[in-house]
């Protein structure tokens, strides 16, 4: 079954407000990636993220891993139109190096 | 720079035809990936390469095979397609210590079986 949860499925946000979407896996994960892919498109790279605990910015996205390398949350402030799309997590759960995707959070912009 | 490249973009198979979907990447990447989108589960690994001529089994690997027979291409070929297998597929490729880098994705190919 699947290892790598993302909740929620689907996000409704309101143009300037905050939202959050997490992703938890039920092992320990060695790293973990982030793609947004936007309606009609592909995925796209975000970030990656390593040690417990680590932190990281990207303009108006904040990116966490939990202490237990088990899960992580993506925060969006201010929420554009531009951030519209699919958010999926990915994390790394093998020693080759494959990752397993969360099924993804979609998030719809109301202006 | 094309980056990676997925042939064709869409197609309508009938049930029990075969195909073949070629994905190229011009970035001298190790790894390369097929993956599967359907609606509410994310992207699902169908199979995976190393390096030139190594393949391996992902999650979803049945009905599927594949071939990497020269580096820079990874093909993924459906022997009797079913209905099942309608979904889009995206090719993926990555470079790195055990792929431990971001992985860059072709732009998908729109497969209906009927």
């Known amino acids: 079954g699947q290892q790598v949860m993302q909740i929620p499925q689907y996000q409704h946000v309101q143009e300037g407000e905050d939202f959050t979407t997490y992703c938890n896996s039920s092992?320990?994960?060695?790293?973990i990636q982030w793609y947004k892919q936007r309606p009609g498109g592909h995925p796209v790279f975000l970030i990656q993220?390593?040690?417990?605990?680590e932190v990281k910015k990207q303009k108006r996205l904040t990116f966490q891993f939990g202490e237990a390398k088990k899960n992580s949350s993506l925060h969006i402030t201010a929420t554009q139109t531009t951030d519209v799309g699919t958010y999926f997590c990915?994390?790394?759960?093998?020693?080759?190096?494959?990752?397993?995707f969360g099924a993804g959070t979609q998030v719809v912009v109301t202006p | 720079n094309a980056g990676v490249t997925q042939t064709p973009k869409f197609r309508v198979l009938k049930t029990g035809q075969s195909m073949t979907l070629l994905c190229a990447q011009d970035?001298?990447?190790?790894?390369m990936y097929w993956y599967r989108q359907d609606p509410g589960m994310g992207l699902r690994l169908i199979h995976y390469?190393?390096?030139?001529?190594?393949?391996a089994k992902g999650e979803v690997p049945d009905g599927y095979n594949v071939s990497r027979l020269k580096k820079q291409n990874f093909l993924l070929g459906l022997e009797s397609a079913a209905p099942s297998q309608t979904s889009v597929y995206f090719c993926?490729?990555?470079?790195?210590?055990?792929?431990?880098?971001?992985?860059?994705f072709g732009q998908g190919t729109r497969l209906t079986v009927v």
């Open positions: 993926a490729s990555s470079s790195g210590t055990a792929g431990d880098t971001e992985a860059f």
């Open positions: 092992t320990t994960l060695s790293n």
């Open positions: 993220l390593v040690k417990s605990g």
């Open positions: 990915a994390g790394r759960i093998d020693s080759w190096g494959k990752f397993q």
């Open positions: 970035m001298n990447h190790e790894y």
């Open positions: 390469s190393v390096g030139e001529g190594t393949t």
